[in-house]
């Protein structure tokens, strides 16, 4: 585990040292020097980038590549491959857009709405058979093999799933998805937004990925597209200031190549900052670090023995001590939101409900919600204890 002065590093933990904060799927703690960084911005450097001759514009240009430089750096990519969006659901909606004539879009069941509804608002549906979701089992889990053999019904659609799925924790094989589906010329986007903070992310063959800041200990607002394919080829969906070298008005447009062609308007300068120390944080803290950390958290939760718990059911039980960080559980013979809310009131943060993904919450709970607990690298063993704790006082309340 991490040492516990970890938590003096994020300032909501630093300053509510009662917060037991178990809630790091729907958004992780932002790290100190990220708000240094932002803060920085504000405080000395506070212009607007790419426009102007002197000095603190040039700067604040060149620390904008600088923070596209650490966030290529994290996922193994090159700079001119990666493009700021305000996150992950603005990098899905962008994608979505630019592969709207596709004949299938295939989705698995335990997408995040993010992830779904872009391709619905496009007419599609399973029952016009332009929308193809790959289902998942009982335990929350997708058959690989079956995944593969089914693509081939659907050359030359688009493949779009996640790496980590935001409700069970549980990863897909993206790489041999991804194989499987280039070989039936499918185009491939991953959502690898509950990875990024967790997991090294390999960008192998992936054609498009989408990532965002406040999932990796950044700051919300922001977060960064991954393409393998040239930023060029796609066509500019949102328009404005910034993007183009030239136009007249009579329609002729030369845009920027490379993502710029893409980065309209004003950016979002003191989150893309933050979010490039945010990138260089997350490397230093080691993805290998991070996974003997959340398995030393997965012995903490079984020393208390909460997986034991009368009607607290994890789901996928057996997926234990591989740096899992997302637990979920269903609740027979009370509510979740009992429990969350009972948690609530002791300052445990946890999440119950859809979790912004009914498809696959519906089918693991019938309809009712699950409840999620899912700690960070800022977790110890105490607010572990404390978990337990309240979740048996919740229950013996509820029973
Ligand atoms: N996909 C997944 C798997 C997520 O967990 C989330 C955030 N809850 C999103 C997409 C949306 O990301 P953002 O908040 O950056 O728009």
Known sequence: MFSDRIKDEFPT???????????????????????????????EQRCNANRGDFPISQQVSADIELAREQVAELINAKPEQIMFTAGATEGLNIIAEWYKDAPYVIITEAEHTANILPWIAQGRTIDNGRLIVLPVTERGTLDTNKACELLANYPNGVLSIHSHSNVTGIGTDYKKLTKAAHDQGIRVIIDGCQTIGTHEFDPYTVDHAVFSGHKMYGPTGIGFMYSRLPYERFRSVRLGGGSVVSYDLNGNVDFYDGPAKHEVGTPNIAGILGLGVAAEYTNYMGYDGMKKHFTDIDFALSDTDIFNIKGLELVFPSYRQNGRYVY?????GFHPSDVSAYLGTQNIATRVGKMCAHPIVNKLSGGKGLLRVSPGIYNTKEDIEKLSEGLCKAIAKLV
């Open 328 to 332: 979920t559980f269903n609740c027979n």
């Open 13 to 43: 933990l630093k300053n509510d040292t009662g917060l037991v904060y178990l809630d790091s799927a729907a958004s992780t703690q932002t790290h100190q020097s990220v708000l240094d960084r932002m803060n920085r911005y504000y405080e």
